[in-house]
């Protein structure tokens, strides 16, 4: 069993920036593959980024592409997404995610997730 907990959402004006973390406990961190997602009101939710077990490899979609960086630190079992020039179309619920297997922007196939964090991005 893996627990995660994101923190490090809140209301941020267009263009500025917001460093998610996602911090777990349980079972052996370093051999998950992490994931970013976010839900906005009225949607489904979407993959935002991934990253390997070793950090080595990393994923984006591309509405944040350039924008955004995942990150982890197998040592504080904790994984970054840092945002900036952030958009209103930005604002969404985002959560973190473990799967055992490979890094993959499709959520049915991680196997642990946070509840969420908020983030509110004003024009």
């Known amino acids: 069993q893996v627990q995660l907990v994101e923190s490090g959402g809140g209301l941020v004006q267009a263009g500025g920036s917001l460093r998610l973390s996602c911090a777990a406990s349980?079972?052996?961190?370093?051999?998950?593959?992490m994931g970013w997602f976010r839900q906005a009101p009225g949607k489904e939710r979407e993959f935002v980024a991934a990253?390997?077990?070793?950090?080595?490899?990393?994923y984006y979609a591309d509405s944040v592409k350039g924008r955004f960086t995942i990150s982890r630190d197998n040592a504080k079992n904790t994984v970054y997404l840092q945002m900036n020039s952030l958009k209103p179309e930005d604002t969404a619920v985002y959560y973190c995610?473990?799967?055992?297997?490979?890094?993959?922007?499709?959520?049915?196939?991680?196997?642990?997730w946070g509840q969420g964090t908020q983030v509110t991005v004003s024009s």
């Open positions: 995610a473990a799967d055992h297997d490979i890094a993959t922007m499709f959520p049915n196939e991680y196997d642990y």
């Open positions: 349980g079972r052996t961190f370093s051999s998950y593959a």
């Open positions: 990253i390997s077990w070793s950090g080595g490899s990393t």
